[in-house]
């Protein structure tokens, strides 16, 4: 195809043709279905039911979508059939980090959270000691998911996926974060400070699966500089978010305990810039990701985009 | 050089030429230094100071000798100077996995242990909430290690050791193998239970750090194969062992609480077969290590003998 026709073809891709919840849903599903597949089926003396009732059926899959998006942008097939499986791995590897986090983050020691998408935590179900366990399982299962012994996914892809996931996830990444959160409580932060926590601590991990995606193709460098200042964005986007919801919606709309933020003294957007501030911070990140994606060169990015829109209005 | 000359060197490499104290001091060094230098210096809000707390200047580092001595056996460098990069990286990692996991057992939930080698353990030092974020970050650093973005290491390498590292540290090994123990107070296991518990709980970490180390080289199907059975057989020796010094050796020899398995009614060797059963069962195991390496075709096994005769042997 000459550069003209791909040019046509890219104008033609504008976001108004696009049906997130379409796309979403197939790849949900496939998602689902691998997880269900991958997650401990053999685990001995019920850490795989702790396991598998931490990561499946929950949430809206925002990470392995970004996976996803960002694997297909770069030249990853589209079509659902013939996923990538390097980047099928990478978005179920990038879920059992986020879900094993939340079940260490739910324990009584942390958060101490009794119900998380209106069921009992996994340490209420299944008792402290089984939920420390399936976190750590779950952490060792998504480095195993990322290393085949097949060829299936190229072992320079395995190692880079594998660094990319170790680095979002330790302590210079989501670990690191949520210590800075735990010594932040009645401490009074400022802005940068609070961006730094929000960076490490949710940032990151959604920052690493744009980039898991997008080495699970050959993005050229100023895409991948593109892909990972759009990352940023939506990364400290849906904590900006997060904060805001967590004093305008109601409880039974966020699926948690609304308000609780303001309750525990923690250092919030809203707490610093006030809400009509923090609103209009989360659009300004919006348009920041957005024009990362109109200068990253590649040709359809209506996924990132709408997951981007999705991620900034969503309701919960 | 003919094989001749190999099999004339080989057999002047006798076990009473080597001295295990020698070997292992030059390597634990250059461990603890790696150790010193990887393990987060940079880590925010104290999250650092734990991870380093529960790692550094601590614990005999069998597991890195292990990874070393397998990996100098198959044909890595002997020289501490040239030491093998690939080498010392899963050396240390191993040891992450190996102290993480030692942060989690002891927290209230699992063991409730205060005092670990004759220190507070990390969480009456660091608090709970730190100890548990310490441990999960140790176990992300543990991939980290093994995947630096350099050309150290091939990228065949880093993807083989993750997964083997994943494999040993997860639901399919140590950390299934503390769920059955969990599961298991107090319930009447028989022997092939309890050898499956070991086998997962410590035994596939120390196997595991076996054969890291021979991935660090290129052995052949026999070698490996050979690897494996020795790391099967120590692995399950170092169990055996531990359950025969929890009712032989006391506290002090020990540097933690022993009788505690009887006092916890936990199902242990010494329960089953008995102390003299025990002892015997941990010399045929021995016998079983050291049978592997002559079957490995490898020129010199001292270090690996010498490490099976420590296992067995040892007195605390």
Redo the contacts between chains.
């Keep these: 195809m000459s550069e003209t026709v791909l040019d046509m073809a890219s104008a033609s891709l504008k976001a108004t043709d696009f049906d997130l919840a379409v796309w979403s849903r197939a790849r949900q599903l496939r998602v689902e279905q691998a997880l269900s597949d991958w997650v401990?089926p053999?685990?001995?003396?019920?850490?795989?039911d702790a396991?598998r009732y931490a990561v499946l059926d929950g949430g809206k899959r925002l990470r392995p979508l970004l996976v996803l998006a960002a694997s297909e942008a770069v030249g990853g097939s589209t079509s659902v059939v013939s996923f990538n499986e390097a980047a099928l791995r990478a978005a179920c590897a990038v879920e059992l980090i986020h879900a094993?986090?939340l079940v260490?983050d739910d324990?009584p020691?942390?958060d101490n959270d009794v119900l998380r998408r209106g069921k009992p935590t996994v340490h209420v179900r299944f008792?402290?000691?089984?939920a420390?366990?399936a976190?750590?399982?779950l952490?060792?299962?998504a480095?195993?998911l990322?290393?085949?012994?097949e060829a299936t996914v190229p072992?320079?892809v395995?190692?880079?996926l594998?660094?990319l996931?170790?680095?979002a996830?330790?302590?210079?990444?989501m670990?690191?974060?949520?210590?800075?959160d735990?010594?932040?409580v009645g401490v009074k932060l400022n802005e940068s400070q609070l961006r730094e926590m929000h960076r490490?601590k949710t940032g990151a991990l959604l920052q690493g699966s744009v980039m898991m995606g997008a080495a699970c193709g050959a993005p050229s460098a100023q895409a991948l500089a593109a892909l990972s200042a759009y990352g940023a964005a939506i990364g400290l986007a849906f904590q900006v978010v997060d904060d805001i919801l967590d004093v305008t919606a109601d409880s039974a709309t966020l699926g948690k305990t609304a308000g609780k933020d303001a309750d525990q003294d923690k250092p919030t957007y809203v707490s610093l810039l006030g809400l009509a501030r923090s609103q209009a911070y989360a659009q300004e990140l919006l348009v920041q990701a957005n024009e990362a994606l109109q200068a990253s060169g590649l040709h359809d990015t209506r996924a990132l985009r709408a997951l981007a829109d999705m991620v900034v209005n969503r309701v919960n």
């Design positions: 401990a053999d685990a001995p003396a019920g850490l795989g396991m094993y986090s260490h324990m020691c942390m008792g402290e000691a089984r420390l366990l976190g750590d399982a952490q060792a299962l480095f195993e990322l290393t085949p012994d072992p320079t395995q190692a880079q594998c660094r996931l170790a680095l996830a330790g302590s210079g990444g670990a690191g974060g949520q210590a800075i735990l010594a932040s490490l």
